[in-house]
């Protein structure tokens, strides 16, 4: 396979104005009949370039040029393409294909899901489909005809507005679509099977009504009201919020279950993996509640920024990708608390996103060649490009942002753009230069971020030096230095936001700096005792900020600093602090002695009157293991397993009586609400009952186990479920897990769950688990959803089990990993990324890593795979 690069784009040869489609559907033999209205770009002048089209696993039945039937001396064909030479300016070619989406299990293009057809086109699953200049710079209207057996596909749907429908001999029927928007072909959609609706309508902001319908099995009719409720708030934030309003009359969603990513915008038919719509508090938990809200109103709010406006290219996918998730961030920080919803977000991005800024797939925001495209739909690309948005945001402000979205959204609109389009726009709107600032689209690798500070009483000054740098990254050994906004406040001695003053000009209390050069100083004066400051607030950017703050700072900044996030992080870096001490205190042949601090100021917390329970939950979690491992560049899995797992029951046991009194404070009256304050209220509570389990407690397994029997919800029962099958005795679980098996047989999400709290177990035992249950009746390689909830919860959440000395875990990896490059390679080069981090380990690791690696690669590898190998082992 050979690579794709950035600077080797050239605008497309020929432009579609029309697309006519018509699909006989069948199991093994879907006919495709495709009319296309083509002419020469006038962008490329270039006398006689041929016609180039995109097609894979293609059977070409016919071709025609302007009503002429063509032989094969006539055009050239080969796996990848079919190319037309010496054809005119102006011309329509006609084709007929045959496809088999029945055996389709790459799950890209036309495939079948639990017995319904259905498609995924991004990013290049058209040519599954038909022959097709298949790039998103191409846009055009589509007509599509679909034909089905009428038993066994009623329901037949595509883009845009249905225009014709009718019945056929022999017991088929059809439907014709009309899509009004020239489309690139990525947003393509065809759904057909027997799936029954749940409707509501939408009344724009100019008054059109839209009708809303989500299309699901009939089973899960109950479990669409939040989606539907969801989608009808993100339109009504995005027309107040970016002005935005929908454009078409219908907007569907369809929820399928088997699915390679979360789900798909294709205009005015949206498919989502069905984890990602559906939701019963019985059977799904608020985070999935919150999942279906944001993935929701993440593909709605690609009508604009992906759809109306789209990309180029493939290497502009954080245009639309990294702009929507900052949509969806804001909609949910409005929707809820914006301080807890950017906790989550940062812990997220500060453990994923930031080891894969430091593996071996590192890669810019926009990156500057691939060899699969797929291999880019990362937390890079999505993460991180929205937070390079959001830096974009405080730059120029709020109203600003607006004003230059909006000018985007104007002149872009129907047309294929890239990220200077849209940086320009901003650049415009605030006069500010932003030229430098394009070097986060550019660079890969997360910058570090120094700070240095000096106190002088006799001058009453403050100084606060900052320094940047980007470790290099593969292909990218230098790095220039970015524009970066850093949000600061000064903290006085008794807590209060000081006023700041920078050569005589008036700061105020909280300021953005920008940090342009290697290194740069402030100095702020007339203080009368010396701050702490308080940097970084809000993570106002995505860096690494190496400070050394004593445990008294610590704990001081995490009461007193005015930014919510910051004084979540002050908990997380105190309790960073005392995890390093236990694993200095292990590797060095030493007792673990907790600092006392940690507990002193988790006792503070406890104590305190709750104000907040949804962020008081997220000051008591514990740094994970993964955002532990991410401090060091030799990782010690083991020695970090214990030394967070003796912090995690020395503060249990300390502190058992504060935790069992907030448990029961919330435990009280606790038949199920959506209300934001009952969904904090059950984290609370739950993360209290993670605590209490800890210590092993009889009392604490009777708790779980009683919450675990009376729950009226999913979040309690799972949350118990999870504390009684991770408990020390490794039986405790077992009846628990038995019984909801046999609860939620019926229902394949609720499996999943299953699947995950038994693999994610801390005892040695959490490997055999997987091999058992990858031969349950439940489980299958095929489906993604099943792949994600049962190896790749093991492999991501279960570190030490991951990476047992034995080896056993990572052979387990790479043998399914060989069984799925065959069956679906994009969710194979996914579940690989853990076995290639093995840089940092140690060496005997590594090697056993290593070899797994290469036996991986003699396999006769997808594109998805070879490139992810290749990166890794160069
Ligand atoms: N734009 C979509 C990205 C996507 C995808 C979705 C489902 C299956 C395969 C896919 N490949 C790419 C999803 C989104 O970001 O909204
Ligand atoms: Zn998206």
Redesign the pocket.
């Known amino acids: 396979p050979k690579a794709i690069h950035l600077k080797d784009y050239l605008p497309p040869a020929f432009l579609v104005q029309q697309v006519d489609l018509c699909f006989r559907l069948d199991d093994h033999h879907t006919r495709v009949i495709s009319r296309l209205q083509l002419q020469r770009n006038p962008a490329r002048k270039e006398h006689d370039l041929p016609l180039v089209l995109q097609g894979q696993q293609l059977q070409l039945i016919e071709l025609k040029l302007d009503g002429r039937t063509l032989s094969s001396s006539d055009y050239e064909l080969t796996d990848e393409q079919l190319t037309l030479t010496g054809v005119p300016d102006s011309l329509v070619l006609e084709s007929e294909v045959e496809i088999d989406p029945l055996s389709n299990t790459a799950?890209?293009g036309l495939y079948q899901s639990s017995g319904n057809f259905c498609t995924?086109c991004?990013?290049e699953g058209f040519r599954r489909i038909t022959f097709y200049p298949d790039r998103p710079d191409v846009l055009a209207r589509f007509t599509t005809r679909i034909e089905a057996d009428q038993s066994r596909f009623p329901v037949l749907l595509s883009n845009g507005n249905p225009i014709e429908r009718g019945e056929l001999p022999d017991g088929h029927h059809f439907v014709t679509w009309e899509d009004p928007f020239p489309k690139p072909a990525y947003l393509f959609a065809l759904v057909a099977g027997q799936l029954h609706p749940v409707k509501d309508t939408y009344t724009t902001l100019s008054g059109r009504q839209v009708a809303l319908e989500v299309w699901v099995e009939k089973e899960n009719l109950h479990k669409c009201d939040h989606a539907l409720r969801s989608l009808k708030a993100a339109m009504q934030w995005d027309e107040q919020t970016y002005g935005r309003e929908y454009d078409l009359d219908i907007y569907m969603i369809v929820a399928v279950n088997d699915?390679?990513?979360?789900?798909?915008?294709n205009k005015g038919l949206n498919i989502f993996n069905s984890s990602c719509v559906l939701a019963d508090h019985r059977s799904e938990t608020d985070m999935a509640f919150h999942r279906v809200e944001s993935v929701v109103a993440?593909?709605y709010f690609?009508n604009w920024s992906?759809n109306r406006v789209t990309c180029r290219d493939w290497f502009q996918l954080s245009l639309k990708?990294g702009f929507?998730v900052f949509r969806d961030q804001q909609f949910s920080a409005d929707q809820h608390s914006p301080a807890v919803e950017r906790i989550q977000q940062v812990a997220m991005l500060r453990t994923a996103q930031f080891a894969e800024d430091a593996g071996p797939t590192a890669h810019p925001v926009r990156p500057e060649s691939y060899i699969e495209i797929?291999n880019f739909?990362t937390l890079t690309v999505?993460e991180k490009g929205a937070e390079v948005v959001r830096m974009l945001s405080e730059l120029v402000g709020r109203d600003t942002f607006r004003k230059g979205s909006d000018l985007y959204f104007e002149r872009f609109d129907g047309q294929a753009v890239t990220v200077e389009d849209f940086v320009a726009c901003m650049a415009e709107v605030s006069g500010l230069d932003l030229s430098q600032f394009m070097r986060w689209y550019s660079q890969a690798g997360t910058p570090q971020l120094t700070a240095e500070s000096h106190y002088n009483p006799t001058a009453r000054t403050f100084t606060l030096t900052l320094r940047q740098h980007t470790p290099a990254t593969p292909g990218q050994d230098l790095k220039e230095p970015l524009l970066i906004p850093v949000k600061l406040g000064l903290v006085g001695p008794s807590g209060q936001d000081l006023p700041m003053e920078v050569n005589g000009e008036l700061w105020g209390q909280e300021r953005v700096v920008h940090l342009k050069e290697q290194e740069q100083t402030w100095t702020f004066h007339n203080l009368d005792a010396e701050p702490v400051p308080s940097l970084l607030r809000g993570f106002s950017a995505p860096v690494r900020l190496l400070l050394d703050r004593s445990p008294e700072q610590l704990a001081f900044l995490m009461t007193a600093d005015s930014d919510g996030f910051n004084r979540w992080d002050a908990g997380q870096q105190l309790a960073l602090l005392a995890i390093r001490e236990l694993i200095n205190q292990q590797q060095c042949g030493a007792a673990m002695m907790l600092n006392p601090a940690l507990i002193q100021a988790y006792r503070q917390l406890l104590d305190a009157q709750v104000t907040d329970p949804a962020i008081l939950a997220e000051m008591l979690q514990l740094p994970s293991e993964a955002y532990i491992a991410e401090q060091y560049d030799q990782v010690d899995v083991d020695a970090i397993h214990l030394a967070r797992d003796y912090a995690r029951k020395t503060l249990a046991t300390a502190l058992y009586p504060a935790f069992l009194k907030l448990y029961q404070q919330f435990a009280k009256n606790q038949a199920w609400s959506a209300e934001a304050a009952a969904v904090a209220g059950r984290r609370l509570k739950n993360t209290c009952l993670g605590w209490l389990v800890a210590t092993e407690s009889e009392e604490a397994l009777q708790l779980a186990q009683r919450q675990f029997e009376q729950a009226d919800n999913m979040t309690d029962q799972l949350a118990a479920l999870i504390c009684l099958a991770h408990a020390e005795d490794t039986t405790s679980g077992d009846p628990a897990l038995k019984a909801f098996a046999l609860q939620w047989a019926h229902d394949p999400l609720v499996m999943d769950s299953w699947f995950s709290a038994q693999v994610t177990r801390p005892h040695p035992d959490a490997l055999e688990r997987v091999k058992l249950l990858m031969a349950h009746p439940a489980f299958s390689l095929k489906n993604p959803n099943k792949v994600r909830a049962l190896i790749g919860a093991f492999v991501n959440q279960n570190r030490h089990n991951f990476h047992r000395r034995d080896g056993s875990g990572y052979a387990l990896l790479a043998d399914t990993v060989i069984e799925l490059n065959r069956i679906n390679p994009?969710i194979a080069a996914r579940l690989v990324i853990p076995l290639t981090r093995f840089r940092r380990m140690d060496d005997y690791r590594k090697g056993l890593m290593k070899n797994e690696l290469e036996r991986i690669r003699a396999e006769k590898l997808s594109p998805d795979l070879f490139e992810v190998i290749e990166k890794s082992l160069a």
Do not use: P
């Open positions: 799950l890209e995924q991004e990013a699915f390679n990513m979360g789900a798909m915008e993440h593909e690609h992906g990708e929507t797929n739909y999505y994009q």
